[in-house]
């Protein structure tokens, strides 16, 4: 199946700093590929999606571009506050033949005031 | 919005108890999804589901079955808890196709295994 890797964490940072998480896919075809992000007792929740090459998602500040050349899809924010710490993961879509999605252990990200 | 519930966010049961942990999303989806999250680990998939009574093991099957019976409800089984099923559990529900949807989660139920 589709399949990532992904930045180990715990990434720690003050506000304001500048974050990127790395992130490269191996898959058949050309999936959409995915930043879920997970708060503190939740369930994960979409942050952002890139649907094709070169298109580019965002939300709350995060950008991620979908760079076939490089196999990436690689997080990046600015200026991150506090309420950024949480669990991010990466992942491709599913495959119409192969629903067997595992995602990874998701890097862990702490901003501190 | 879409809306996955899970019907318990905690419970803790005893060694050999049959534990229930339900799922269920309010549009229509086809394909649900049971996840386990531990530390380290990330997030596995122990079963999914592509249709009513239809199923299909994920890597971690072993010590779990599930249950759809109503397209809505998926819901997952441990038929003897073992403290090593101590974990989150995270349902997911899939919106719009394999190739280009997103995966809808609950919130959780942390399940304590004593």
């Known amino acids: 199946g589709n399949s990532v890797t992904q930045m180990e964490g715990p990434v720690t940072l003050s506000e304001e700093a500048f974050l990127t998480i790395n992130c490269t896919y191996t898959?058949?075809?050309?999936?959409?590929l995915f930043w879920y992000v997970q708060y503190p007792g939740e369930g994960l929740q979409l942050l952002l999606k890139?649907?094709?090459?070169?298109d580019k998602g965002s939300n709350k500040g995060f950008e991620a571009t979908y760079r076939k050349e490089t196999t990436s899809f690689h997080l990046e924010k600015g200026s991150v506050q506090v309420s950024d710490s949480a669990v991010y993961f990466c992942?491709?879509?599913?495959?119409?033949?192969?629903?067997?999605?595992?995602f990874g252990a998701g890097t862990t990200v702490t901003v501190r005031a | 919005d879409v809306k996955v519930t899970q019907s318990s966010r905690y419970l803790v049961k005893r060694t050999g108890e049959k534990v229930f942990l339900e799922c269920v999303q309010d549009?229509?989806?086809?394909?649900m999804f049971w996840y386990r999250q531990d530390p380290g680990l990330g997030l596995r998939l122990i079963y999914f589901?592509?249709?009513?009574?239809?199923?299909e093991k994920g890597d971690i099957p072993e010590g779990y079955s599930v249950s759809r019976e109503k397209k809505e409800r998926f819901s997952l089984i441990l038929e003897s808890a073992s403290t090593n099923q101590t974990s989150m559990y995270l349902c997911?529900?899939?919106?719009?196709?394999?190739?280009?949807?997103?995966?809808?989660f609950g919130e959780g139920s942390r399940l304590t295994v004593l």
């Open positions: 549009m229509d989806h086809e394909n």
């Open positions: 898959a058949t075809g050309y999936p959409s």
């Open positions: 589901s592509y249709d009513v009574k239809m199923k």
């Open positions: 890139a649907t094709k090459a070169d």
């Open positions: 992942a491709p879509s599913l495959r119409s033949n192969d629903y067997k999605l595992s």
């Open positions: 997911a529900s899939l919106v719009g196709t394999a190739n280009t949807g997103e995966l809808f």
